[in-house]
């Protein structure tokens, strides 16, 4: 058989070429370690639980390291298992990381890539230290003429050493990345490497979300597990950022109910299940806002970056509208190399046509009904503003002349024919809810009206017309100046007339206001 060449050009894929945001290097490590845990967990290793995962940024030197206390790697077996490229014993659709690439990503952005393990029962601790500094040389010439193959690379980069030690018991395995590159100085930025893990890494979600255990409930009784574990950075440790508040376009907003999705073939296999925050979806939330948009996970990993379910939505501000998670569960639905997304497959392909179908029916007639629904009501609370602005005018004596007044009863009589008009939109999409059995619509608009507590009374025009018979309006606001005679009163009533014509109701307060004061 002849012997193919892998040119070192692959490294550079594997490498530097590999992912966009250099971030994943800690997604990909800590994936390699879950998987340690879980298998150190089967292995009565270590109880459920006892697992960790230790983050230490040193911005002083540089210089990261990620380390688990799972099986460790027994001395023999060192060289082998992490010399070899692409040669990894886990499996598809069981382990987390099954390539046996992903240890590389590391040589991209630093000067030296250090591996360190110790097995239980073992008195040896084995070392291998990657020189990425002259693998990004030997790489630069091949592609200068100069050629090297992958294998000459690896040889010239790789050292393995070991030593003795007296913790014949300990079982770890750490990696380090020694001299992080200056253009990569942000991978040692506390702050958003901690808010990074807290959404894409697998662990448990933070307190402040008060339904994490309708969350763990429902996946209890779809008999699945969202794998958590205890992950540290610089000694804090760190939570799933899912809360109930958040900003939208249109003002603060709040998840006050969560609900539930499950997607199955047509075999009725279960390929994913996800949960979705109902808010009173008013709006597109905030792009500053971290938990923004549903996000992919498998294994309880994020899958790509925030939006990578953004595209099976058939508008892409229909994805912001919502928060949640879809977790994967179908075993061939199996991550990329890069993480991004999975594999094109015929699992695949009916994943996304479930998701797609849910997300342009149900969730689409959602944050448009939402939307609707958050206008109309705001027409509604527009009438009892003008209301008692107009109550307010009233028994201040506040109106100029007769067709000052008029002015205003007549805005109050556009809003309360706006304000009938949603109120008969509110109970239309009611309606409409309950016969599509859209039950987060219907969620939402039970919130709503046990929030506002009160059903609409609006002026009707009678009680508008006996306010205008009133006595107290035969006495205007310019009577107030009772040092002045009839005459004067009637040229600063005109004047105060054609300032209200001339200028918005604002500023012609603000105008009438500043004369009333100089002339008392």
Avoid at 309 to 328: I, S
């Amino acid at each position: 058989m002849k012997d193919y060449v892998f040119g070192a050009n692959i490294l550079e894929n594997l490498t530097t070429g590999m992912y966009q945001d250099s971030k994943v290097i800690y997604r990909e490590y800590i994936q390699n370690a879950c998987d340690q845990i879980d298998k150190a967990v089967a292995d009565r290793l270590m109880k459920s639980g006892e697992g960790e995962i230790k983050i230490w940024l040193d911005s002083a030197k540089r210089n990261i390291s990620v380390e688990d206390n799972a099986t460790g790697i027994r001395a023999a077996e060192f060289q082998r298992l992490l010399g070899n490229i692409a040669d990894s014993d886990k499996k598809i659709g069981e382990d987390k990381g099954f390539r046996g690439i992903g240890r590389l990503c590391g040589l991209a952005y630093c000067n030296k890539l250090v591996f360190t393990s110790k097995a239980p029962g073992e008195n040896i601790v084995s070392i291998m230290v990657c020189d990425a500094i002259k693998m990004r040389a030997l790489i630069l010439e091949n592609e200068h003429g100069k050629k090297h193959t992958a294998s000459e690379v690896l040889n010239s980069i790789y050292s393995f050493d070991y030593k003795k030690t007296s913790d014949i018991n300990g079982h770890w395995f750490k990696v380090e990345m020694l001299g992080i590159n200056e253009e990569n100085i942000d991978l040692l930025d506390f702050s958003k490497i901690k808010e990074y893990l807290s959404f894409v890494a697998p662990v448990p979600y933070q307190n402040t979300f008060i339904f994490r255990t309708e969350v763990y409930n429902h996946a209890k009784q779809l008999k699945c597990k969202i794998d958590e574990y205890k992950i540290l950075l610089n000694g804090e440790t760190i939570l799933k950022k899912y809360n109930t508040n958040f900003k939208t376009s249109q003002g603060d907003d709040e998840i006050f109910n969560i609900a539930f999705k499950e997607i199955f073939d047509k075999q009725n296999n279960l390929l994913a299940w996800l949960w979705i925050g109902v808010s009173h979806f008013q709006a597109v939330i905030n792009k500053s806002c971290p938990m923004r948009g549903l996000r992919l996970r498998k294994e309880n990993i994020q899958i790509g970056n925030d939006d990578a379910l953004q595209k099976l939505f058939k508008e892409d501000r229909g994805h912001h509208y919502f928060v949640g998670e879809v977790f994967a569960l179908a075993k061939d639905l199996i991550p990329n190399s890069q993480r991004d997304y999975f594999n094109e497959n015929s699992t695949r392909l009916v994943f996304e046509q479930e998701l797609r179908k849910y997300f342009n029916d149900e969730l689409h007639r959602t944050y448009y009904d939402g939307s609707e629904l958050h206008s109309a009501y705001k027409k509604i609370d527009d009438l009892k503003v003008k209301e008692a602005e107009f109550q307010k005018k009233e028994q201040n004596g506040e109106f100029v002349n007769e067709e000052h007044l008029k002015a205003a009863i007549d805005k109050v009589e556009k809003a309360r024919i706006e304000a009938e008009k949603a109120q008969v939109k509110i109970e239309n999409k009611k309606k409409k809810a309950n016969e599509e059995s859209n039950a987060i619509v219907s969620l939402v608009i039970k919130h709503i009206e046990k929030e506002r507590e009160h059903k609409l009374k609006p002026v009707t025009r009678k009680h508008i017309l006996k306010t205008v018979k009133d006595e107290k309006y035969l006495t205007h606001r310019v009577n107030k100046l009772t040092s002045y005679t009839k005459k004067e009163q009637k040229l600063i009533s005109k004047i105060w007339g054609i300032i209200l014509h001339a200028t918005d109701e604002k500023t012609a307060e603000t105008i009438i206001k500043k004369i009333e004061d100089e002339l008392r």
